[in-house]
């Protein structure tokens, strides 16, 4: 059997990032403030992994035939990271202290974070959001004393849905692994606005191997709430 190999690329670097980060701070009245803050990260040459032995495509042959998968430990991933922070802040006055915060973040990636690209000859396929992209997340939290100075708090958290990935779950473009998107989809491609059209992707695809289809309702959503109190 023909060997598989991991290796590492000869110009490999050290990851970088350029930041930018804008913040304003404002009292409102004593005791209560509002904080923006914007958030810009850029990173590049990131850890990467590719399988530079795939066959090609229209040959079906690979590069080096008398190899398997040779898998390349690169720096060739690319993300990109905005956000919006909102806080408003009540310090301890007259028994009474609360936080309220929200974000509103947008997280994109190629092959970032140590992946390992879909398909070698087109990696746009993982181009996209990041697996921990989450829109919104709300975090409120207040605490009260009461008479004989018992303190009631409570906090809620709230994360709105990451995005997933449909996947084909046979090997298409014969590199051996069974991680290739199916047909017409890519990386991350649902809980973004546009789940209608990705699912006829995906019924297609399950109609082409006599599958049943998939409705909306059955879609995954990681929507995350947790609400605690403390006396």
């Known amino acids: 059997a023909t060997p598989n ?17 804008v913040g304003l701070s404002h009292e409102l009245r004593p005791n209560l403030a509002i904080h923006v803050d ?5 990173g590049a040459k990131a850890n990467q992994i590719a399988n530079i032995n795939t066959p090609d495509p229209i040959t079906g042959r690979r590069p ?22 909102l806080r408003l802040d009540k310090r301890f006055s007259g028994r009474t202290q609360y936080l309220v915060s929200y974000t509103l973040a947008k997280d994109e990636d190629l092959g970032a974070g140590g992946a390992t690209l879909v398909d070698f000859y087109h990696p746009e396929y993982d181009d996209g959001y990041g697996s921990q992209d989450r829109r919104h997340t709300i975090v409120a939290s207040g605490a009260v004393m009461l008479p004989l100075d018992i303190t009631v708090g409570a906090v809620w958290n ?43 992707f995906v019924n297609t695809w399950r109609a082409s191997r006599a599958l049943a289809p998939i409705g909306e309702s059955q879609l995954m959503t990681d929507e995350f709430q947790r609400f605690d109190v403390r006396v």
Do not use: C, H
């Open 5 to 21: 190999v991991s290796i590492t690329d000869d110009e490999i670097e050290q990851p970088e990032s350029k930041s930018v980060n």
């Open 38 to 42: 914007g958030v810009f990260s850029k």
């Open 64 to 85: 080096l035939p008398t190899w398997g998968n040779i898998l390349q430990y690169r720096a060739a991933g690319e993300s990109d990271y905005r956000a919006l922070y």
């Open 158 to 200: 709230y994360r709105s849905s990451r995005p997933f990935p449909a996947r084909a779950g046979v090997d298409l473009n014969g590199d051996g692994a069974v991680t290739d998107y199916v047909p017409g989809t890519t990386k991350n491609v649902f809980n973004r606005g546009n789940d209608a059209e990705m699912l006829g």
